[in-house]
């Protein structure tokens, strides 16, 4: 029997935290909450959840690809944010699909949309599952007949490998491990690798504008699209396979972070890059998170590139086991497939104490040793924690945005005043909130936000709303973007419809009326639903 997902957590159904693991989050909530005991709900059960019954009936045409199993129905509820973790251990799955799809090609693809165009049923694209921002969610209103999950997980094959030019043809489908494990015999790689890789996809990644682990130069799931193919309700958008091409706006970017609401994204050319061997790597320390700022500032100016260059508050690094909470930490890493990267580490090592940095150089470059390695296995594991934290009653989610260098430190300083403030005013007592850089730019920072806080197990989702909410309120009025890699969602567009021009919102809203008439295509995301 395949191992099944977690339809209320992360990973598959025996994959769950090791006592060494709970006990320590335990700890950590009673020192920073002062509670003696926890009350720990336990995880919900298929048989547990009163599903309504599906509005939808499969036709026979499409009897191999529909399917109401209720388990399936329950997968493609939600995501993984904390909101929906939430409602998941409340049992609340009210938004459940009415059928799940499983195409098998485009043209199986195609023949769901005109069937829902038929029928007036709302499609949900879906990929992984890993939407942190309701992106999947059924959420369509009451002018639907109903709701489908279309999940593109069949579609997963390496088409085709171009050795030559360094790229290849791959469905949407494909899960990040398959992805790599199929290019690995070429000595090749995509070299995207966001946190939720183990379970998210090409399609996911494209359709969500993704970020990678890596902090500079080639990390955008932008970076790497050399060209899409998309069915929309009106048909299918292929777009040629070209490195560039000055003839007018790029078709792919219309696509890129459309989040399923203009087209399914089916496959996709993609730049591939040459398996590095070449890796040199530090940790260093800096007295402040700020005086660390400054000198990632000047690394992300030189030219350096370096692959990580992800700058830990103090406390920040304490959490992961990565520091002892008195300093900042800068995990500096740099890797090539051509040729030796000492020479750029040293560099980068001379203007971290030109900034008052101390460092260590990590063993066998970087890869098993020291506070780097450390901080890299915390980073991988943190999805799992959070259905053990939900389910004890402790609130822990993130938020990422984007500022520019000459207005980063009051923004900063505001942004997690902001949000520390609305913990408490949530939920009566002080939380924690830190900060670390995952992205650097020439010109900003992507300074990524966690915070915990203790919540009140019969409130807890209206306690995590008023909390983000806080959050995004001081990121949009303090001018950084609403969101930089997580996508919009249905949880962001109160703020993305405040970043973006209006004019554009028009034009955007125009694309979708000419691709999909019907709005029937993930409505609510990107562009409002129809009345």
């Not at 400054?294 to 508050?313: C, D, K, M, T, W």
């Not at 995590?464 to 997580?486: F, L, M």
Request: charged letters at 20%.
């Amino acid at each position: 029997m395949d191992r099944r997902r977690k339809f209320w957590g992360w990973g598959y159904e025996d994959q769950r935290l090791t006592p060494g693991e709970q006990r320590m989050i335990r700890a950590i909530g009673a020192s920073q909450f002062k509670v003696a005991q926890f009350e720990e709900t336990p995880v919900p059960q298929v048989g547990e959840i009163a599903l309504a019954r599906p509005r939808l009936s499969i036709p026979r045409a499409l009897a191999g690809i529909l399917t109401t199993d209720p388990y399936e129905r329950l997968l493609h509820t939600y995501g993984r944010s904390l909101k929906d973790y939430i409602r998941m251990f409340a049992r609340d799955f009210r938004p459940a699909p009415d059928l799940v799809a499983y195409p098998h090609s485009a043209e199986d693809v195609a023949a769901v949309l005109a069937w829902a165009n038929d029928e007036n049923a709302a499609i949900i694209p879906c990929g992984g599952g890993t939407s942190v921002v309701g992106g999947i969610e059924a959420a369509v209103g009451d002018g639907f007949s109903g709701a489908v999950s279309l999940d593109l997980g069949k579609l997963a094959r390496v088409v085709e490998v171009d050795d030559v030019s360094r790229a290849a043809r791959i469905e949407a489908g494909i899960l990040g491990p398959a992805l790599e494990a199929a290019l690995k015999p070429a000595g090749l790689t995509l070299r995207h690798f966001p946190q939720s890789f183990e379970f998210s996809t090409l399609g996911g990644w494209i359709a969500t504008r993704s970020g990678g682990h890596y902090a500079t130069l080639y990390t955008q799931i932008d970076d790497f699209v050399e060209s899409l193919r998309v069915v929309t309700p009106r048909g299918i958008v292929e777009t040629r396979r070209l490195p560039a091409s000055g003839a007018g706006p790029a078709p792919d970017r219309l696509f890129i972070g459309s989040e399923g609401a203009l087209g399914v994204i089916t496959d996709a050319w993609v730049r591939l890059q040459r398996r590095p061997t070449f890796r040199a790597a530090a940790s260093v320390h800096f007295p402040t998170f700020l005086t660390g700022a400054e000198a990632v500032r000047v690394i992300s100016q030189a030219g350096l590139y370096p692959a990580n260059v992800r700058l830990l508050e103090p406390l920040e690094g304490a959490i992961a086991g990565a520091g002892d909470g008195s300093r900042a930490l800068l995990v500096l890493a740099f890797e090539s497939a051509d040729h030796p990267v000492e020479a750029a580490l040293a560099r980068g090592l001379e203007i971290c104490a030109d900034h008052g940095g101390t460092f260590a150089r990590e063993a066998e470059g970087g890869a098993k040793g020291g506070a780097a390695a450390v901080w890299r296995n915390t980073f991988i594991r943190m999805p799992y924690f959070k259905e053990f934290q939900v389910a004890i009653g402790i609130l822990s989610a993130t938020f990422e945005t984007a500022i520019t260098w000459d207005r980063f430190a009051p923004f900063y300083a505001g942004v997690k005043a902001a949000a520390e403030a609305a913990i408490v005013a949530a939920t009566g007592k002080p939380g924690v909130v830190t900060c670390r850089f995952t992205h650097v730019y020439p010109d900003g920072p992507a300074p990524y936000f966690t915070w915990h806080a203790m919540g009140h197990k019969a409130a807890l989702l209206e306690q995590a709303q008023a909390i983000a909410a806080a959050a995004a309120d001081a990121i949009e009025t303090s001018g950084g973007t609403v969101t930089h890699h997580h996508a919009v969602g249905r949880d962001h567009m109160p703020w993305y419809v405040k970043e973006r021009p209006a004019l554009f919102g028009a034009a955007l809203a125009a694309a979708k009326a000419e691709l999909d008439p019907a709005g029937l295509l993930n409505p609510g995301v990107l562009v409002p639903a129809r009345p």
